[in-house]
């Protein structure tokens, strides 16, 4: 099993900045890779950024040149570092950790954008 917890959401203003991170404990060795996702209300689940056991990372267009995912192994934590933060990026964001055969998700946390 494996668990995953969040933190670090919250308020901020348009054009500031915010740092997500997830800490994952439990049967850790066997993850792939670990994502961000966000869910707004109405709206379906998307993909915000992932990174793959290697290293390589992935990014919505909408957050490319604005967010960046990173990693701490020695940790099991992954983070998301969100600079220039819009309105449109007020969503709940949610942790993924990926198996070959199941994921795993975090219970999510809120980041509001409003000035």
């Known amino acids: 099993q494996v668990q995953l917890v969040e933190s670090g959401g919250g308020l901020a203003q348009p054009g500031g900045s915010l740092k997500l991170s997830c800490a994952a404990s439990g049967s850790i060795l066997s993850i792939t890779d670990m994502g961000w996702y966000r869910q707004a209300p109405g709206k379906q689940r998307e993909l915000v950024a992932s990174i793959t056991k290697s290293g390589s990372t992935n990014y919505a267009d909408s957050v490319k040149d604005r967010f960046t995912i990173s990693k701490d192994n020695a940790k099991n934590t992954v983070y998301l570092q969100m600079n220039s933060l819009r309105p449109e990026d007020t969503a709940v964001y949610y942790c993924?950790?990926?198996?070959?055969?199941?994921?795993?998700w975090g219970q999510g946390t809120q980041v509001t954008v409003s000035s």
């Open positions: 993924k950790a990926g198996f070959s055969m199941r994921a795993y």
